[in-house]
């Protein structure tokens, strides 16, 4: 079965900085991996997604992601936070072994402070 | 907003209501999904169709029943629900994975927030 941890509920850092997202998944066949943003009283809004290929993927509004086989990872990055940044995150996954079934992460709140 | 487009954006029903959830996508994508979404969980699957077929259930009572009319229009309806029920539910659409580089990514609507009393 597909299952995605994302360890951290809360991350907080200050406007200007690096931030980091973190994911792990676990797929029985090859991951394809996403990440998606949530503001309030809004859906999911797609941010960048990893298939095949370049294991350092970017996305949208200067988001990035790299994909780490070995450590079954795939973190979220930017490096100057903005304080419109702050939402709600989820890492996705789908196994190429079971059809439509994306697996979500239980999200990360993103605290950007000015 | 995203090309998805949810209905009623909120609604609160009794336990002996009988509602439904309507989605309707204008990408001219031929798959379509419900989520639930509840505070403090993961984001759950109910339902899955692709080309109008339903092809995932993920255990959902069957208080929960969906309808996928055509391509661009997919239902939700509720009856006998229970106050745990209580969630923003969640429609997304996709093209079919097997459908080229814009395969595999869920647009999602703005969700229907349900509150059952």
């Known amino acids: 079965a597909q299952s995605v941890a994302q360890p951290e509920d809360q991350v907080k850092v200050a406007e200007g900085n690096p931030l980091t997202v973190k994911c792990t998944y676990s797929?029985?066949?090859?991951?394809?991996l996403f990440w998606y943003v949530q503001y309030p009283n809004r859906g999911l809004q797609f941010l960048l997604k990893?298939?095949?290929?370049?294991?350092l993927v970017k996305g949208s509004y200067g988001f990035e992601a790299e994909f780490n086989k070995s450590q079954t990872s795939f973190h979220l990055k930017k490096p100057s936070a903005l304080v419109s940044d702050s939402a709600l995150y989820f890492c996705?996954?789908?196994?190429?072994?079971?059809?439509?079934?994306?697996?979500f992460g239980p999200g990360t709140r993103l605290s950007v402070l000015p | 907003e995203t090309g998805v487009t949810q209905t009623p954006r909120h609604l609160v029903m009794g336990m002996t209501n009988k509602k439904s959830l309507k989605c309707e996508q204008h990408?001219?994508?031929?798959?379509m999904y419900w989520y639930k979404q509840s505070a403090k969980k993961p984001l759950e699957l109910m339902f899955v169709?692709?080309?109008?077929?339903?092809?995932e259930n993920n255990s959902v009572p069957s208080r929960f029943s969906p309808e996928c009319p055509n391509s661009s229009h997919l239902f939700l309806h509720l009856h006998t629900l229970q106050p745990e029920d209580s969630a923003l539910y969640l429609c997304?659409?996709?093209?079919?994975?097997?459908?080229?580089?814009?395969?595999?990514?869920?647009?999602f609507g703005a969700g229907s927030r349900l509150t059952v009393l």
């Open positions: 997304a659409s996709s093209q079919d994975w097997q459908g080229g580089p814009g395969a595999n990514v869920l647009t």
């Open positions: 797929v029985s066949g090859n991951p394809y």
């Open positions: 990893y298939i095949t290929g370049d294991n």
């Open positions: 996705a996954v789908r196994d190429d072994n079971y059809g439509q079934n994306f697996v």
């Open positions: 990408l001219g994508h031929n798959a």
């Open positions: 169709y692709s080309l109008e077929e339903r092809v």
